[in-house]
């Protein structure tokens, strides 16, 4: 699948574009089976399933897993793969292509100190990917100021219009409250991203609000391991329950 096909899917009458997020190969399917027409890799939940904390799964490893996930299913795949890990801009659209995605997230801060990156230079970093992808991957750009405690839309559309220039297809606001949605993608020009989060907004409100691609984050990996996680409570109280003579 192309680039192309997941560009288009961010535009038109059937928004909001709802990504899934598989953590590996089975899940994956799973999604793609149900009809969904592209998914969006999380970093946390591969990290959960490859036994890492988010933000510290080496390269390899992150890389091999998106490879999985693409090999599975025969629709468009979009990858986290985090702040590029360390990666030259060459190097990493060179990765993603050998795994064959065909879009990316790129956030915008620190994971560990969760310090915001200069906007400038984050900018001028996003330019290069593109200049090194050309047309073949869809970047998603993420904003993370309301990640890190910055209230208001302001710097968020500073950020974001700073992206889009350097070639940004869609922009990624992780945490912005839902009624900010319509004025952060007023102030950008851009698709807006939306994270769907257990208690808030379903989907087609996020839409409704604002966003025209809505993702999960790990939080399909969490409810997929809680369903996990009751199955095993139950088999051990089972197991433990005395013979009936």
Same mark, same amino acid.
């Given at each position: ?74 629709? $468009?795949?979009? =990858?986290?793969?985090? #702040? +590029?890990? !360390? @990666?030259?801009?060459?190097? /990493? ?5 050998? *795994? ?78 839902? $009624?900010?949605? =319509?004025?952060?993608? #007023? +102030?950008? !020009? @851009?698709?807006?991203?939306? /994270? ?5 907004? *379903? ?43």
């Amino acid at each position: 699948m192309t680039a192309a096909a997941l560009r288009a899917l961010h535009h038109g009458s059937s928004l909001p574009l709802v990504l899934p997020g598989p953590w590996d190969a089975a899940s994956a399917k799973v999604f793609a089976d149900a009809g969904f027409p592209a998914l969006a890799t999380p970093s946390a939940g591969i990290a959960a399933t490859l036994g890492h904390e988010d933000g510290q799964t080496p390269p390899d490893e992150m890389f091999a897993a998106i490879t999985r996930i693409v090999r599975a299913v025969d629709i $468009p795949v979009t =990858a986290d793969v985090e #702040a +590029g890990y !360390g @990666l030259s801009a060459k190097e /990493l659209v060179g990765r993603l292509a050998d *795994a064959g995605a065909v879009g990316c997230n790129l956030e915008d801060s620190d994971h560990a100190s969760h310090v915001l990156t200069d906007p400038e230079r984050q900018a001028e970093w996003l330019a290069q990917v593109r200049a090194e992808a050309g047309d073949s991957l869809v970047i998603n750009a993420r904003i993370d100021t309301f990640l890190c405690g910055v209230e208001g839309t302001e710097e968020a559309v500073r950020r974001g219009r700073l992206y889009a220039e350097a070639g940004a297809d869609c922009v990624y606001p992780i945490l912005a409250p839902p $009624p900010l949605l =319509a004025e952060l993608a #007023a +102030g950008i !020009g @851009l698709p807006v991203n939306a /994270l769907a989060r257990p208690g808030g907004p *379903a989907p087609g409100e996020l839409g409704a609000l604002g966003a025209s691609r809505v993702t999960f984050g790990p939080h399909l990996y969490r409810q997929a391991m809680a369903a996990v996680t009751d199955q095993a409570e139950r088999l051990r109280d089972e197991i433990r329950q005395p013979d009936a003579d």
